[in-house]
């Protein structure tokens, strides 16, 4: 991530999760304007969650991200559009072969400004039929976001040649790369 020379905005925080959070991450670390991202878990019933304990399904998590953005450099509009084009938000509890609640599609909005939003975006999706089926994307203030383990986070940057990133993650960049021009860095 780079940071904005000249910058003057406040920076937001959105929390978003749809399928893996290393596939997120790696893009939205790829996203001018954002300043950092960090993997973790939200919308669950436990506090500070292990991997094991999510990963099995039973605690209610989602696999998320926090993107932290500079809103002068990019909207959160533009934040959401990204999202929904990086991963298929309509199918319940799944992204491909990632199976379960922990991969379920979430947007956690961190005020009632960015639940409007993400609430109207999605309405606007599903009336143009974008996709081909309903959107199941959950929108839910957010209540708590955990940060993941250290060896989670910037995992596509530090394990370029593991097969999960070659094979899932390397397309889907590739993909954010050829339609988001503008906001890849």
Not at 86 to 115: C, M
Request: proline share 4%.
């Amino acid at each position: 991530m780079k940071s904005g020379k000249g910058s003057a905005g406040k920076l937001e925080e959105a929390i978003l999760g749809g399928g893996c959070f290393w596939c997120l991450e790696a893009v939205y670390s790829h996203t001018k304007g954002v300043k950092e991202v960090l993997s973790g878990y939200s919308g669950g019933t436990m506090n500070d969650p292990s991997y094991e304990q999510v990963s099995g399904g039973r605690t209610g998590h989602v696999e998320v991200v926090k993107v932290v953005f500079d809103p002068v450099e990019i909207a959160y509009d533009d934040i959401i559009h990204i999202f929904f084009s990086i991963h298929d938000p309509t199918t319940l509890n799944r992204q491909g072969n990632d199976i379960g609640p922990q991969y379920r599609s979430a947007i956690f909005a961190t005020s009632d400004e960015q639940l409007a939003k993400a609430k109207s975006i999605k309405k606007d999706l599903e009336d143009e039929k974008i996709f081909g089926g309903p959107i199941v994307t959950e929108i839910l203030p957010l209540d708590k976001f955990f940060v993941a383990e250290k060896y989670h986070q910037q995992y596509y940057r530090n394990n370029p040649e593991q097969a999960y990133c070659q094979i899932i993650i390397a397309p889907k960049l590739a993909k954010f790369r050829e339609k988001y021009r503008k906001f890849y860095t």
